[in-house]
């Protein structure tokens, strides 16, 4: 954060490493429980444990930009939407990511990358059809505010532990089943119970995993917003853009906004109808209503002498 002008947010940091710290704890507990239940198998939760944090890591950006439909777009395909990415990245003093567009209506932006060097930004064609250009740089500062916090990198990783969960249990489960325990008749109660167990601990495990990561994605919803408003000193035009997005996703089609709801915890604003997203506990956003708020008070800062 010390390279770029996007105001910085000791909660959000001191919240990452607890996250961090804590999804990281997790991870050691549940292979150790796995290890311990399913003996035989722990080369296989060894190689797999290993190989999905690996390619996760390093390859996360290009899933997720894939599994989003992300196309990476040059200057002259679209130039407004590179130019006011050149402008921001200028503002805030950062290095410019690579700029790409989803052929979706749905209203959207989000943003990826492990680092700056390999962070996308890339927003929807329902998101360019809908927005005017200050508003569309409100979302653009937003999505560069995560790229500049770290917290995309962070979100990733937590949220991998949850898929890990499943993944290992199944594999290890299997494996116990079909030859990992021992094959002796007085051994099947001990399978069975071990299988059990094994599924309690990743429901566990996954719960924990799931609350942490919401709670980590409402805060950082809103240092994103606070730090785009702030390096833009517009953020009337943020909350225009929030008001229009939110308000359109009620005339999405509800099979369209079914496949965008996967990656809300990435989005700019979920994909959900506003009346569900206000009857949903467990948001990756926080209400729309909190975010207003938040803007019309920042709006009164900058307008103080």
Same mark, same amino acid.
């Given at each position: 954060?010390?390279?770029?002008?996007?105001?910085?947010?000791?909660?959000?940091?001191?919240?990452?490493?607890?996250?961090?710290?804590?999804?990281?704890?997790?991870?050691?507990?549940?292979?150790?429980?796995?290890?311990?239940?399913?003996?035989?198998?722990?080369?296989?939760?060894?190689?797999?444990?290993?190989?999905?944090?690996?390619?996760?890591?390093?390859?996360?950006?290009?899933?997720?930009?894939?599994?989003?439909?992300?196309?990476?777009?040059?200057?002259?395909?679209?130039?407004?939407?590179?130019?006011?990415?050149?402008?921001?990245?200028?503002?805030?003093?950062?290095?410019?990511?690579?700029?790409?567009?989803?052929?979706?209506?749905?209203?959207?932006?989000?943003?990826?990358?492990?680092?700056?060097?390999?962070?996308?930004?890339?927003?929807?064609?329902?998101?360019?059809?809908?927005?005017?250009?200050?508003?569309?740089?409100?979302?653009?500062?937003?999505?560069?505010?995560?790229?500049?916090?770290?917290?995309?990198?962070?979100?990733?990783?937590?949220?991998?532990?949850?898929?890990?969960?499943?993944?290992?249990?199944?594999?290890?489960?299997?494996?116990?089943?079909?030859?990992?325990?021992?094959?002796?008749?007085?051994?099947?109660?001990?399978? $069975?119970? /071990?299988?059990?167990?094994?599924?309690?601990? @990743?429901?566990?495990?996954?719960?924990?995993?799931? #609350?942490?990561? !919401? +709670?980590?994605?409402r805060y950082r919803e809103l240092s994103a917003d606070r730090s785009a408003a702030l390096l833009t000193g517009r953020p009337s035009a943020l909350a225009s853009a929030l008001t229009k997005v939110t308000g359109q996703m009620a005339a999405i089609p509800?099979?369209?906004?079914?496949?965008?709801?996967?990656?809300?915890?990435?989005?700019? $604003?979920? /994909?959900?109808?506003?009346?569900?997203?206000? @009857?949903?506990?467990?948001?990756?956003?926080?209400? #729309?209503?909190? !975010? +207003?708020?938040?803007?019309?008070?920042?709006?009164?800062?900058?307008?103080?002498?």
């Open positions: 954060m010390a390279r770029t002008r996007f105001a910085p947010d000791r909660g959000l940091t001191n919240r990452m490493l607890l996250t961090m710290f804590m999804i990281g704890l997790l991870y050691v507990v549940f292979v150790g429980a796995l290890l311990v239940l399913l003996k035989g198998a722990w080369p296989i939760i060894a190689i797999v444990a290993g190989g999905l944090f690996i390619a996760q890591f390093w390859f996360s950006d290009k899933i997720a930009a894939f599994s989003m439909g992300a196309r990476e777009v040059t200057p002259e395909e679209y130039p407004g939407l590179h130019g006011a990415v050149d402008r921001l990245c200028a503002l805030a003093n950062m290095e410019k990511p690579r700029v790409a567009v989803a052929q979706s209506d749905v209203p959207n932006a989000f943003a990826t990358g492990r680092n700056e060097k390999n962070a996308v930004v890339c927003v929807t064609t329902g998101l360019l059809r809908r927005l005017e250009p200050e508003e569309l740089e409100g979302v653009l500062a937003h999505e560069l505010s995560h790229v500049a916090h770290k917290d995309v990198m962070v979100m990733t990783i937590a949220g991998f532990l949850g898929v890990l969960a499943g993944i290992i249990t199944r594999v290890g489960v299997q494996f116990g089943l079909f030859g990992g325990f021992d094959r002796r008749d007085n051994q099947n109660d001990n399978t $069975a119970i /071990a299988a059990l167990v094994v599924i309690g601990v @990743s429901a566990v495990v996954y719960s924990i995993s799931f #609350l942490l990561t !919401r +709670l980590l994605s509800t099979q369209d906004l079914r496949r965008a709801q996967p990656f809300n915890a990435f989005y700019f $604003a979920p /994909a959900l109808k506003p009346s569900e997203a206000l @009857s949903n506990a467990f948001s990756t956003h926080p209400s #729309l209503e909190k !975010r +207003l708020e938040q803007l019309g008070r920042i709006t009164a800062e900058l307008g103080r002498p």
